[in-house]
């Protein structure tokens, strides 16, 4: 038996979205540079200072924050203003990334804790990925 579904993410851990962009680092799966910063501030263009907990720099140069809030989402910060619409596009690929990243490990984490194995996973065309899971009775 099989099922699909779609996932609503929501970041509330720091540490697991850390964790996610060291991946994407390392993996080399993002055409960004990718230098994380943690516990600091984003200055935006026209000056103002946002107080963040990660930031990763996209490859137009400016600083992508991400804050945990009080209700625990952690919320994106970018500094857009002024950026073409090609850069624009970057800037949201590359925060499309580390959110996918952080979705993927949350899913797999949690496979593991109801007892599943991932057992198949693909890449489509389209970004998406495919995962397979199994959960062998005892």
């Known amino acids: 038996m099989s ?4 996932i609503f993410l929501l970041i509330s851990s720091i540490p697991a979205l850390v964790k996610a962009i060291s991946e994407l680092r390392s993996l080399n799966a993002c055409k960004h540079d990718l230098a994380l910063r943690q516990d600091t501030e984003v200055v935006f263009s026209d000056g103002r200072v946002h107080k963040v907990d990660v930031v990763v720099k996209d490859d137009n140069g400016r600083d992508i924050g991400f804050v945990k809030q ?13 950026l073409s619409t090609a850069q624009l596009q970057r800037q949201q690929q590359l925060i499309n990334a580390v959110k996918q990243r952080y979705g993927y490990n949350r899913v797999v984490e949690q496979l593991k804790v109801q007892g599943y194995q991932v057992v198949e996973e693909q890449k489509k065309t389209s970004g998406e990925i495919r995962l397979v899971a199994r959960k062998w009775a005892a």
């Open 3 to 6: 099922a699909g579904g779609e």
């Open 70 to 82: 009080d209700d625990g989402k952690v919320q994106v910060v970018a500094d857009n203003c002024g």
